[in-house]
């Protein structure tokens, strides 16, 4: 991760959250939100592709939860190994320590300090010893969890801080053109929900805290600002196409309205086309309203939308790319860019494989990979998927 340096990992900048809007049009399974923060005074310049770092909160209701199963005082302090200086232990809890996700490392003091004889016969049905098992327990398995599986485990304050690991900061894209708005950024979030193997509904940690159940208006979020090769073309004459089902469009909001703004300016910028894809036309399409408002002023060339959900079969965002082949080839050999976000496990990878099939079938180009290797040296074929 590179980040600025006045703010960075070590020392947080804390963004004020302005605005929380949903991006579902009405109830859907997986609700999304878009989120205005203000970073007026953290002297940052960002630019279109950069994304956000945050590190989120621990719910406060889990940590009481934690506290009262290990019969610890909330306000005792102790001293952070890796940061520096002291917090008490419920702030520590709530905003330094990792609690949904643990490690090895801590199974192992958890080991050392059962009691019970029920509790130790459990601790040596842990599969420690297959890989696989062994992550899934993890993954499975949060503090709290934990607590309520070995109740004779008892550890001091200071223990349980030096045995838990850091949260971890997650990234977002950035949503918001730096021209539009120097001291805000916007991000376009989906809430992570699913059941763990014990059938109990969880939330992912960092979504859970950019929702309403987490943060309210006007709170302060800790982030610092992340660069990346992901960005608009230098010479903004150039076309760009991009693909950015789900989350995945969220830069791209920050791209074309960046050109929009360049537009406005009196700049000549090149012509825009996306590709967005998503479950339901009715309830999840993102930002239709500003793609309308972008298309009429001239500023979002073609739009295409590939809702998957609306019919038997899939319909995904590399079928549109292939419907509209010949044209998609004619603005790359023309010297558009091509962009992709989102999905790095399926959706990237077949997006890229259409893409090849269309060079090969429309533009007449033998050695696909090794064209698209040179595009992706010259900064005009790009990812950011995650
Ligand atoms: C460069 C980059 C840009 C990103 N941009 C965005 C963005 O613009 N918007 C956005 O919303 N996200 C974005 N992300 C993803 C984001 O960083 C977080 O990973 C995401 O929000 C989940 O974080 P969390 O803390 O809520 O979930 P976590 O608490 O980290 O939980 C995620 C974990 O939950 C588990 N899990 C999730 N689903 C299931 C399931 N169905 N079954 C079992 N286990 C499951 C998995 O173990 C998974 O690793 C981006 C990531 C990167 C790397
Ligand atoms: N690391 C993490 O914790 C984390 C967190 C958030 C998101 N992500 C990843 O980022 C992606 C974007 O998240 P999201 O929730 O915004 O998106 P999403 O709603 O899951 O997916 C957007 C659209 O892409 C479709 N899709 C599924 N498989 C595809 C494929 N192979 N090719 C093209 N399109 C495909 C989906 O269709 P169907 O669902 O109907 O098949 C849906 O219509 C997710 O797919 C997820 O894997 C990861």
């Not at 205005?36 to 279109?48: D, K, L, N």
């Not at 196409?241 to 989350?247: F, S």
Request: aromatic fraction near 10%; proline fraction near 4%.
């Amino acid at each position: 991760m590179e980040s600025t340096t006045l703010y960075n990992h070590r020392n947080p900048f804390l963004a004020t959250l302005l605005s929380r809007l949903p991006l579902c049009h009405e109830k859907c399974e997986r609700d999304a939100y878009h989120l205005v923060m203000s970073i007026r005074g953290s002297h940052w310049h960002y630019t279109c592709g950069d994304s956000l770092a945050i590190f989120p909160k621990n719910s406060s209701e889990e940590v009481s939860q934690v506290l009262q199963g290990l019969q610890l005082n909330a306000s005792e302090q102790v001293s952070l190994p890796k940061e520096g200086g002291t917090k008490t232990l419920q702030i520590a809890l709530e905003e330094i320590f990792c609690i949904t996700h643990l490690t090895k490392h801590f199974l192992e003091f958890l080991g050392q300090n059962i009691s019970s004889q029920e509790d130790i016969s459990r601790y040596r049905t842990i599969p420690f010893g297959d890989t696989k098992d062994f992550e899934i327990f993890l993954k499975n398995h949060t503090l709290l969890q934990i607590l309520e599986l070995f109740p004779s485990f008892r550890c001091n304050s200071q223990e349980l801080a030096d045995h838990l690991c850091p949260i971890a900061p997650r990234l977002y894209s950035i949503a918001s053109s730096p021209t539009l708005f120097p001291d805000e950024i916007h991000l376009a979030i989906v809430i992570v929900r699913y059941r763990d193997i014990h059938g109990s509904e969880r939330q992912g940690l960092s979504t859970r805290y950019l929702s309403p159940q987490g943060t309210r208006i006007g709170d302060t979020i800790r982030c610092f600002l992340v660069h990346s090769h992901f960005g608009i073309p230098e010479d903004i004459r150039r076309d760009m196409i991009m693909v950015g089902p789900g989350t995945g469009v969220a830069p791209f909001r920050s791209f074309i309205w960046e050109y929009a703004a360049k537009r406005s300016a009196g700049e000549k910028t090149g012509r825009t086309w996306l590709f967005f894809g998503s479950h339901h036309r009715h309830s999840n399409f993102y930002y239709e309203e500003e793609w309308n408002t972008l298309m009429a002023n001239g500023s979002l060339t073609h739009l295409d939308l590939a809702f998957s959900r609306d019919q038997e079969e899939k319909i995904y965002v590399q079928h549109k790319l292939l419907e509209h082949g010949l044209e998609v080839a004619q603005w790359i050999l023309g010297g558009a860019n091509f962009y992709i976000c989102g999905d790095a496990a399926f959706m990237a990878k077949d997006v890229e494989a259409a893409l090849g099939q269309i060079l090969f079938e429309h533009g007449s180009i033998q050695d696909t990979k090794t064209y698209l290797q040179t595009m992706r040296k010259e900064k005009r074929y790009m990812k950011d998927v995650y």
